[in-house]
């Protein structure tokens, strides 16, 4: 298991964008998307995925107002973060997720315009702006 794996998690109550980093560089690719429903993934799908990467970290987005206050999606997401760790054993962590989603069509959009803004893509540029942002955090 590589110490420097992180995976991150773009929660969302249809779709669940996923990337992968490493502490080495600080930096994060965007990996794919998975279809949820009412928030709840194909864990199969998840645990095949944990036995890939082996992520030491898993970081899920936490949805917040832009004002900081929570909305029903924060408590599903939390939710999520703790099906995470009860089923896999693996440390998470949540962190602020705002203007991530924002971002990630800005950056697909200059990229590859109106046909790079998929929802699959979106979610996991997300995912991956969410754990480049917690690498920042922490100083890598």
């Known amino acids: 298991m590589s110490i420097l794996t992180i995976m991150a998690f773009d929660f969302g109550t249809s779709s669940i964008g996923i990337a992968v980093g490493q502490l080495i560089t600080g930096t994060a690719q ?6 949820a429903k009412e928030g709840i993934p194909d ?8 036995k890939e ?10 949805p917040l107002n832009m ?14 973060a ?3 760790h009860g089923r896999f054993g693996v440390q998470v962590e949540l962190h602020d997720e705002r203007l991530t989603t924002v971002e ?3 950056e697909l959009f200059y990229k590859g315009g109106f046909k790079a803004l998929t929802k699959n893509r979106i979610d996991a540029k997300s995912a991956a ?4 942002s ?3 955090k922490q100083g890598y």
């Open 30 to 35: 965007p990996l794919l998307s998975l279809k």
């Open 43 to 50: 864990w199969t799908q998840i645990e095949k995925i944990l």
């Open 53 to 62: 990467w082996q992520p030491t970290k898993i970081i899920v987005g936490l």
């Open 67 to 80: 004002d900081g206050t929570e909305q029903l999606v924060t408590a599903q997401a939390r939710k999520f």
């Open 82 to 84: 703790n099906r995470l």
């Open 104 to 106: 990630a069509k800005a």
């Open 129 to 132: 702006i969410i754990l480049e």
């Open 134 to 136: 917690w690498f920042d």
